[in-house]
């Protein structure tokens, strides 16, 4: 598979993975048509047996399926109540986690496979408990030589649905709860930033950025909202028809404005709009697709509001920098330059700006800092951090760094009057206070 199609299949899984309703309808189409060659099998099992003239085994059949009818219809009847309790554990799950943590988090719950995948065999089973009770006929003795069908595989699938649902059911609420709990949601942030860092492409040639004003600029004209992604590859490919270099003005998970530059061209004439048509998506909120410094938004957001003076817990803003430090150690690593997508020669077609070094940095302490002077156990786990980076930062990268640390020691001497104090917040202590 070439690196498009990869980068095609990325783009679509990502936005399949951002909607709810994607996952439950392909599970109604499913149980309509796995209900439809289920009868039709059905049908040709009784239809064998009659050939066959065994009428025993066709009557032991029609009593096993009238037994499984009063399951199936207990079933449908149950199913909805059941997808009702479901839906409650969730938006219970997504107001406590927003309110004590951040809204950004919420997109967690959306993405959540197991969620998804829960509600979608339980409308899969609803569906498909109401199709099988279509295929029953009438008649509480019928006569084997007379009936065209038997349910059978579409009784046993129906009861399978429901072993199924009950350990969903298990395993969604145990994935709920771990949800609900600060730990898991930071560690899932991180994990999901460490990705997006991975798949930024690296260019070990170095290429520098275009010089001047540039021939042409490509507005924007959809509509507003943040730039969650570009498709890359369209954007070359587009640039290597015109023969021009296209560098994109805004970063990754700013806010786009109708009329605002997003495209500047270099070289030559923009490209055709039809050749630029959908290569920038724009939607209501950031993503971590493309945009790797969200992660240690949400992480500084979560932190910001343990240190509030209504919350006050400064354990959570110490475990939300121990997941800061855990991205920045592998940042502080890679180049940070912006990025310079070339196509098939080796030609720069594409230049694209991302957030630096002392961005990230600032991103990450600048927030934290301010509110943390008050706080002990957070000012000597920032002290802590500092020391750690400074250890893996190359000199060049150090400057932030040192920078944030010292601004850290006069906010702590302006802060804490009594010498002792000043002496015990400012040592530093991975785990802050113990």
């Known amino acids: 598979m070439s ?152 009784s046993l699938l129906t009861l399978g649905l429901v072993g199924l649902s009950l350990l969903l059911f298990v395993a969604y609420v145990s994935s709920t709860l771990r949800l609900m709990q600060v730990g898991p949601v930071l560690d899932h942030i991180a994990r999901e930033s460490l990705r997006a860092l991975e798949q930024q492409p690296r260019d070990p040639a170095g290429a520098l950025l275009p010089a001047g004003p540039g021939t042409a600029h490509v507005e924007h004209h959809g509509r507003a909202g943040v730039l969650r992604s570009v498709r890359v590859a369209r954007l070359v490919r587009a640039a290597g028809r015109q023969g021009v270099v296209l560098r994109l003005v805004p970063r990754i998970g700013d806010f786009l404005v109708p009329g605002t530059p997003v495209l500047t061209v270099y070289g030559g004439a923009a490209p055709p709009p039809r050749a630029l048509s959908r290569t920038v998506l724009v939607g209501v909120e950031r993503t971590l697709h493309q945009d790797p410094a969200f992660g240690l938004r949400q992480l500084s957001d979560i932190a910001l509001r343990a240190l509030s003076p209504s919350v006050h817990d400064p354990t959570t803003a110490v475990q939300c920098l121990d997941r800061i430090v855990q991205l920045l150690s592998v940042a502080v690593r890679l180049p940070l330059a912006p990025l310079h997508h070339r196509d098939r020669r080796g030609d720069v077609r594409l230049v694209q700006e991302v957030a630096g070094w002392t961005d990230l940095v600032d991103l990450a302490f600048e927030e934290i800092r301010r509110c943390a002077a008050g706080s002990p156990q957070v000012t000597r786990r920032l002290l802590a951090a500092f020391d750690d980076l400074l250890l893996l930062a190359a000199e060049e990268r150090r400057t932030p760094l040192l920078r944030h640390r010292a601004l850290l020691v006069e906010a702590v001497e302006r802060t804490v009057p009594e010498a002792a104090g000043r002496a015990f917040a400012l040592r530093p202590d991975r785990q802050g206070i113990g």
Do not use: C, N
């Open 3 to 154: 690196g498009k199609s990869v980068r095609a299949g990325r783009h679509l899984r990502e936005g399949l993975r951002d909607t709810f309703w994607f996952a439950p309808a392909m599970g109604l189409v499913g149980s309509f048509v796995v209900w439809w060659v289920l009868s039709e099998l059905d049908t040709r099992i009784v239809a064998h047996l009659q050939e066959e003239g065994a009428y025993a085994e066709l009557k032991d059949l029609l009593a096993f399926t009238a037994d499984a009818r009063t399951v199936v219809t207990t079933v449908s009847a149950a199913m909805m109540t059941f997808i009702g309790v479901v839906f409650s554990i969730s938006l219970v799950a997504v107001q406590m986690a927003s309110g004590q943590l951040t809204p950004r988090v919420v997109r967690i719950f959306v993405r959540s496979r197991i969620s998804k995948l829960t509600l979608t065999v339980f409308l899969a089973t609803f569906a498909f408990s109401l199709l099988v009770l279509t295929s029953y006929e009438g008649g509480t003795d019928p006569d084997p030589r007379r009936v065209t069908s038997a349910p059978l595989l579409q």
